[in-house]
């Protein structure tokens, strides 16, 4: 397999999860604010512009396309990433079908290998990958058209995703503040060994466990505090992962039929399959923080508070997700026109971390 022409190599790693200023606005794409910006476009407000263009709601600056083949399907499918006006979310529109489906936790109808959302019998599937990179690059609203049941995997991870965006133009600041979900008191759920929790923190952090009874896997425990530099660096890039013994007994009954060692590690008894090896010593919970990122963006809005996965996967966090949700006193939603609103508020919101 080539390696993705992804700006962001295993060696660039740097731990750093608190970048500078500098290194937020160094992002590749990075654009300034629209036209339909409110604040800071005029002469003398250099900084107000800055500050606003991480707390003001997002969208793609150009559409892009990706092309690639179902995970499940084994389908070719096109996706095309468009702008969308803001308060609208993250929206999937089936071309075929002329069906649209919100990209939030109330459509999920299957959670078995990925996350599937549908609507009226229209389904799109393995949709968290794609969510992770939207999450990751802070955008909040984007029309994804598609003209097949499932988006495509692609290499395995978000990375393709961050890559077509930022090649396209990167993202664009909008006329109205990101509208924050601030956790206020834990929710957790619970399934055998597993748990899924949500609770207060200054600022998005994610800490996933996982425990696989194989000498490759085994335990993995990784903390991440969200930064889009980070997430570039540390996340975006770990692929999702399968044994070798379970996915040709997936193929055999006419699932994961797109699935390969392009789009996938696969791991034997005692060796992976793949050719290249791993991206990361510890790319499976990376990748666990990767699909908790894409599952938690099917709240609709980005979080304050800290995500703790233990053996979790989608089912899990949906059932996280949902929980949340029917509890309106776990949380409060916080819009923040400027640093100060934030601060006094006890919030720190990932962009703090930047200024
Ligand atoms: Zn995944």
Redesign the pocket.
């Given at each position: 397999m080539t390696p993705y022409p992804f700006c962001y190599t295993a060696s660039a790693e740097t731990g750093e999860t608190t970048p500078d200023f500098k290194g937020y606005l160094g992002l590749r794409g990075a654009q300034p604010p629209g036209p339909d910006f409110a604040e800071g476009s005029g002469a003398g407000s250099r900084w107000r512009s800055l500050e606003a263009r991480l707390l003001y709601q997002r969208t793609l600056h150009n559409r892009i396309t990706v092309r690639g083949v179902g995970l499940h399907s084994g389908r070719a499918i096109e996706v095309a990433l468009l702008p969308a006006a803001p308060g609208s979310g993250i929206v999937f529109y089936r071309t075929d079908a002329q069906v649209e489906i919100p990209a939030r936790v109330s459509h999920v109808v299957e959670t078995r290998l990925?996350t599937t959302l549908g609507k009226g019998g229209v389904q799109v599937g393995t949709v968290?990958?794609l969510m992770a990179a939207l999450y990751g690059l802070g955008v909040d609203n984007a029309r994804i058209e598609l003209d097949g049941p499932e988006v495509p995997i692609v290499d395995?991870s978000a990375a393709p995703f961050v890559e077509a965006i930022q090649r396209g133009g990167g993202t664009v600041a909008q006329s109205r503040p990101k509208r924050f979900l601030v956790l206020k008191r834990p929710v957790e759920v619970v399934g055998e060994d597993r748990i899924a929790r949500l609770e207060p923190a200054e600022s998005f952090q994610l800490d996933c466990f996982i425990d696989f009874p194989h000498p490759l896997v085994s335990r993995q425990h990784r903390k991440f505090v969200f930064s889009d530099r980070a997430f570039l660096s540390e996340i975006a890039r770990a692929r999702?992962f399968g044994f070798g013994k379970d996915v040709d007994a997936m193929h055999q009954a006419g699932l994961a039929l797109g699935g390969s060692l392009d789009n996938a590690v696969v791991i034997d008894d005692f060796s992976v399959r793949n050719p290249e090896g791993l991206r990361f010593p510890d790319e499976f919970v990376r990748?666990k923080i990767?699909?908790a990122i894409?599952d938690l963006a099917l709240l609709g809005a980005p979080i304050v508070g800290r995500y703790v996965g233990r053996k979790a996967g989608h089912a899990l966090n949906a059932a996280l997700v949902e929980s949340l949700l029917a509890q309106p006193r776990a949380f409060e939603w916080g819009e923040f026109r400027n640093k100060k609103d934030a601060v006094s508020a006890g919030v720190q919101v990932p962009a703090f971390r930047l200024a």
């Amino acid at each position: 397999m080539t390696p993705y022409p992804f700006c962001y190599t295993a060696s660039a790693e740097t731990g750093e999860t608190t970048p500078d200023f500098k290194g937020y606005l160094g992002l590749r794409g990075a654009q300034p604010p629209g036209p339909d910006f409110a604040e800071g476009s005029g002469a003398g407000s250099r900084w107000r512009s800055l500050e606003a263009r991480l707390l003001y709601q997002r969208t793609l600056h150009n559409r892009i396309t990706v092309r690639g083949v179902g995970l499940h399907s084994g389908r070719a499918i096109e996706v095309a990433l468009l702008p969308a006006a803001p308060g609208s979310g993250i929206v999937f529109y089936r071309t075929d079908a002329q069906v649209e489906i919100p990209a939030r936790v109330s459509h999920v109808v299957e959670t078995r290998l990925a996350t599937t959302l549908g609507k009226g019998g229209v389904q799109v599937g393995t949709v968290e990958h794609l969510m992770a990179a939207l999450y990751g690059l802070g955008v909040d609203n984007a029309r994804i058209e598609l003209d097949g049941p499932e988006v495509p995997i692609v290499d395995g991870s978000a990375a393709p995703f961050v890559e077509a965006i930022q090649r396209g133009g990167g993202t664009v600041a909008q006329s109205r503040p990101k509208r924050f979900l601030v956790l206020k008191r834990p929710v957790e759920v619970v399934g055998e060994d597993r748990i899924a929790r949500l609770e207060p923190a200054e600022s998005f952090q994610l800490d996933c466990f996982i425990d696989f009874p194989h000498p490759l896997v085994s335990r993995q425990h990784r903390k991440f505090v969200f930064s889009d530099r980070a997430f570039l660096s540390e996340i975006a890039r770990a692929r999702t992962f399968g044994f070798g013994k379970d996915v040709d007994a997936m193929h055999q009954a006419g699932l994961a039929l797109g699935g390969s060692l392009d789009n996938a590690v696969v791991i034997d008894d005692f060796s992976v399959r793949n050719p290249e090896g791993l991206r990361f010593p510890d790319e499976f919970v990376r990748h666990k923080i990767l699909d908790a990122i894409g599952d938690l963006a099917l709240l609709g809005a980005p979080i304050v508070g800290r995500y703790v996965g233990r053996k979790a996967g989608h089912a899990l966090n949906a059932a996280l997700v949902e929980s949340l949700l029917a509890q309106p006193r776990a949380f409060e939603w916080g819009e923040f026109r400027n640093k100060k609103d934030a601060v006094s508020a006890g919030v720190q919101v990932p962009a703090f971390r930047l200024a």
